[in-house]
C-alpha cells in the first residue's frame, strides 16, 4: 500500500469526518471555514450519514437524522 492509498479507506474517511463534526460541534473552527459556513464540515455530516455508526454520532449529537433514507429501507 502507498501513502497515497492510506487516505481512501473507508475507515479513515469516518474518522476524519467523526472528528471533523466533533471538533466544530465543540464551538471549533477549521482553515477550510469561512463567513458563510465549512465545506469540510458538510462533507463530514454526509460522510458520517451513510454509515449506521455514524448515524447514530449524528443523532447523539443533536443532528436531525432522517433514518428513512437508510440504504435498503423504504423511503
Known sequence: ???TDDGDRPVD?????RNTVR????GRTCFHCQ???????????EELG???????????LGFPI???TEEGRPR
Do not use: N
Not at 23 to 26: A, C, I, L
Not at 35 to 45: E, K, L, R, Y
Not at 50 to 60: A, D, V
Open 35 to 45: 463567513d458563510g459556513g465549512c465545506g469540510q464540515h458538510t462533507w463530514a455530516v
Open 50 to 60: 451513510r454509515h449506521p455508526g455514524g448515524r447514530k454520532l449524528l443523532r447523539r
Open 1 to 3: 500500500m502507498t501513502g
Open 13 to 17: 474517511r469516518f474518522e476524519a469526518a
Open 66 to 68: 432522517d433514518d428513512s
Open 23 to 26: 471538533q466544530h460541534r465543540d
